[in-house]
């Protein structure tokens, strides 16, 4: 049991990694569609590449959004409105009239012509109300035929037939002018100025349920494909009857699969999701294996590219008009301000892979993202400069907007069936892409990593730990500032990361804080504290300042990064002034005992400041040398390093070691103020 138990704890990392890969699979399969996939590519304009096709069962060819959007304004224009009549209305007018009718007629005293008034009055008020007046403001739109509901009765009718008020009184004088009452006009039109009461309204309800059920029976489809029939021959152009059929049998093929809950699909999709993240983990473990072994950062790396791919799988689910609204260009720029533009790119498109089984149109998606990536990542460079991110963001909404032209352009074959939609939604993208900044910052407090952000701010020589070091070790100082500047000059010469160069230069010899007075740049007299110890004792106070070093910045909390540069600026390198004088007393002293503990530089910018730091502090041995001396002093030093192996680890080439050289020459030449000896 103990044995197995010792297993595991060696193993911890291994299985770690395959429980990340495990579970970010199952994650992701269950975001990925249940339904087959159709196994040809085609898009609109081009030829099919494929042999040629028959149907191989029956179905319906759906009709385009136009079509179906052409169907529904056709529903709306032929729609008839519905109208309500409010019958309590009219029987209350009609109880009113008796009333009504003798306050303004009281003055008529003939009985006969009184009551040929009143029954005239009420053939009116019942030729008014046969279908009732309509509200003032009243506005129809649509058909003029409508419903008018009355009561549970359902009447066409024109809506003229329906008294407006503005034709209501017209209608009052015309019938009054045509009977023998013409004097009592003025007294009919008081009358129905003060009854009449509109009773007619439209039935919004009822009238938009109506629409939505005519809606509802718009058939989505215009035609039906046999099996066995022909859809497409080898070589035929895509064009718009063709590439509707053919979407039509894909979105049909996916139904009948996804019906089927093949077991099969799952497993295929098993495969390839497995297949990225081995590839990924493969990639990390040849070109980037201090990632590899880092389980922390590992987890990041996971963690952003599922995060990316569920942000579009709910925008897809609500709706795929959106998906090129999402800023997935976001993941470079982190995976690049994190660690390298080289893991950013393969990050990236390994993301859009995975991303290209759930959207429509894949190819055209996949290639515009890919296209949109290439260029984040050769565009942006020093992120934590806010002219350069906006700079960045608006030359990868370029591509969206060139991307998708030339593929409409390619489908449709003009520029005038554009939809400017995914325009709007690529400038949404562009500037929620500016939300990079404080995402950095925010994935720095939590997973503990470092940015160009954080790397700018611990450049600052009035930062608490440089500022003591300036004050307690001046000469350190001095050399830390010197070789910053040697460094970053060589960094970016070879395309190194010249702000974390400068900031590991910075902070590489802050071990020296605890014993100042023993290293020689700090010393002012001319007796040496060494002369007291022996050549031991000596070398082990020198070798322990990059231990004690490690110490002082893990208690300041320095990033990873940093105390990277602390470790190996010395790499495996021997303290060979002590160790020659050890040899004088004892010629049989091993020469390990002299030598730091490592490690050797591991990347471009640490074998970068072991060389800038190396170079410096021999320099200050040179009392008056010309330009060869110099030249060939700097060549030695470095040649030694190389002799020893202590650049073997780093990925850093002999081509750029020796412009390394070259750019340490050129700057030590400006230190010395040398100049070029003419002949006489």
Known sequence: MRSFWKFIVAQQGLIYKSLLILASSIFLLYLLPRGGQFKYEFQKG???????????????????????????????????????????????VSENYPDAFMTYFVRESNPILLDSLYQFGLSLLSEIYTYGVLPPNYKHEGN?????????????????????????FKFISSSVSESELESFEDAYNDLFFE????????????????????????????????????????????????????????????????????????????????????????????????????????????????????AVTLVIQYDTVYVFAVPICILPLIVKAFFDARLGLFTY??????????VPNSFEYVFIQIMAGIITIQ?????YRRANLFISVGQIVLVYIIGYLAFTTIQEGSFIKIDFTPLALFLLNGLLMLFV????????????????????????????????????????????????????????????????????????????L?????????????????????????????????????????KNNLPDRIIDFIRTHHGTSSVYYFYKKQLEINPQTDVEEFQYPGPRPFSKETAILMMADAVEAASKSLKTPNINELEDFIYNIIDGKMKTFQFNDSNITLSEIETVKKVLFKKLINVYQLRIEYPK
């Open 514 to 554: 605890n014993n100042s007075h023993f290293f020689s740049e700090n010393q002012s007299g001319t007796v040496s504290p060494h002369d007291e110890l022996t050549p031991k004792q000596s070398a082990k106070i020198i070798i322990d300042h990059v231990k004690e070093g490690i110490a002082i910045a893990q």
């Open 195 to 310: 009854l009449i009461t509109p009773n007619v309204f439209r039935d919004e309800l009822f009238d938009q349920n109506s629409i939505d059920d005519a809606i509802q029976n718009i058939s989505l489809s215009r035609g039906v494909v046999s099996s066995g029939e022909l859809i497409i021959a080898e070589g035929d152009l895509i064009n718009d009857e063709l590439f509707e059929v053919l979407s039509s049998l894909r979105n049909e093929f996916s139904l009948r699969q996804g019906d089927q809950s093949n077991l099969w699909i799952v497993f295929g999709y098993s495969i390839l999701v497995l297949l990225t993240f081995t590839l990924l983990l493969l990639f990390l473990h040849k070109y980037r294996y201090s990632i590899y072994e880092n389980n922390r950062k590992l987890t990041f790396i996971f963690f952003n590219i599922l995060i990316v791919i569920v």
């Open 46 to 92: 081009r030829l099919w590449q494929y042999p040629s096709y028959y149907a191989p069962f029956d179905f319906s060819i759906l009709k385009s959004a136009a079509e179906i959007q052409a169907d529904k304004e056709t529903v709306l224009k032929n729609h008839k409105p519905y109208l309500r009549s409010d019958l309590d209305i009219k029987i209350r």
């Open 349 to 358: 498109v390994l993301t859009v892979l995975l991303i290209g089984f759930i």
């Open 437 to 512: 900044q404080p995402l950095i910052y925010i994935y720095e407090k939590v997973f503990g990593l470092v940015s160009d952000v954080s790397l700018l701010e611990l450049s600052d020589t009035n930062a608490n730990l440089l500022k003591i070091l300036s004050e307690k070790a001046p000469g350190t100082f001095h050399h830390s500032l010197q070789v910053a500047n040697l460094a970053e000059a060589a960094a970016n010469e070879i395309g190194a990361n010249a702000l974390l160069v400068r900031v590991g230069a910075l902070y590489h010899d802050i071990g020296k």
């Open 379 to 383: 565009t942006v460079s020093q992120l």
């Open 144 to 168: 003029s035929d409508v419903y008018l509901i009355q009561g549970q009765i359902e009447i066409p009718i024109d809506i003229e037939e329906v008294f407006r008020s503005d034709d209501l």
